[in-house]
């Protein structure tokens, strides 16, 4: 803890790289804002993942936000993981989440389970349990960013993965849909909600209103992850029947797009996730 004026601040480990490529989008702006806002709470210092594991002993909490797919530096990210755990040091978001801190996997158990996401499997012979479709999405269980993302035929699905491992592609069919919308949490509490009104443009968002349907909808995949604080994103497509269906639950670092709502809805989102991180580090 250090002082300042005479008050005893907490000092806060912001994990980011400032230098990733975002496609269309620069990561780094937004928490370049995050940091000059949270300054006025807490002493706060900067770092690249890959130098994060050295420093959290001189930091009383930890907040990772842009720091890029781990799948890039996953021998620094548990490097990470371990040393916090070693120090007892607060992260945020906490190292619990089973959402895409954990992998993809969990896109399986929840298609099992009969919650509202996309259908997916990772063996093949498991491709029966999946709807008939045109096409099927194959995915790496732990890539990011629509790496290695293809799509094949429908026909064509059995013989594609028959050479293929089980357990490391995910399998989904190719859903049409309306729109892709995205909910942004902090805590158990909801912020406000983004969508892509064009299915070509993913990144270019406009303000949502949501229902309480899809609040409800949300809420599910945030009381399932169970995280105790921290950030959540629920990215979920409108079907062409209107059903919602979950795309992926974001726990680790989900961007955030401030930049796309108003100042009013940006202050609040500032001032709901600093006094989220007071009660971690109070």
């Given at each position: 803890m250090t002082t300042r004026h005479g008050v005893r601040r907490p000092s806060l480990l912001l994990v980011t790289d400032l230098g990733y490529q975002a496609r269309g989008r620069r990561y780094c702006d937004e928490d370049i804002f995050l940091s000059s806002r949270l300054r006025e709470a807490f002493d706060?210092?900067?770092?690249?993942?890959?130098d994060a594991a050295a420093l959290l002993d001189r930091f009383d909490a930890v907040?990772?936000?842009?720091?890029?797919?781990?799948?890039?530096?996953?021998?620094?990210?548990?490097?990470?993981?371990a040393r916090a755990v070693e120090l007892r040091v607060p992260v945020y978001n906490p190292l619990t989440g089973q959402g895409d801190m954990a992998g993809k996997e969990y896109l399986v158990e929840l298609s099992?389970?009969?919650?509202?996401?996309?259908?997916?499997?990772?063996?093949?012979?498991?491709?029966?349990?999946?709807?008939?479709?045109?096409?099927?999405?194959?995915?790496?269980k732990l890539g990011a960013d629509s790496e290695g993302l293809r799509f094949v035929a429908g026909s064509d699905i059995g013989a594609e993965l028959a050479?293929?491992?089980d357990g490391v592609l995910l399998v989904q069919p190719r859903i049409g849909f309306r729109y892709e919308v995205s909910f942004y949490f902090v805590d158990q509490d909801f912020q406000y909600a983004l969508y892509a009104p064009d299915p070509e443009r993913r990144w270019v968002l406009e303000p949502y209103a949501a229902s309480a349907e899809d609040l409800d909808f949300a809420r599910r995949f945030i009381v399932w992850n169970s995280l105790p604080y921290g950030i959540q994103r629920v990215d979920a497509c409108r079907t062409a029947e209107g059903e919602l269906l979950l795309v992926e639950l974001e726990d680790l670092n989900p961007y955030l797009s401030l930049d796309r709502v108003g100042e009013e809805v940006r202050e609040a989102f500032v001032a709901r996730l600093t006094a989220s991180l007071a009660s971690m580090t109070g």
């Open positions: 706060v210092a900067l770092c690249h993942p890959r907040l990772v936000r842009n720091s890029g797919p781990v799948l890039h530096y996953p021998e620094a990210y548990e490097a990470f993981r099992r389970a009969g919650f509202p996401v996309i259908p997916t499997v990772d063996r093949a012979a498991d491709l029966g349990l999946l709807p008939e479709a045109g096409e099927y999405a194959v995915k790496p050479g293929e491992a």
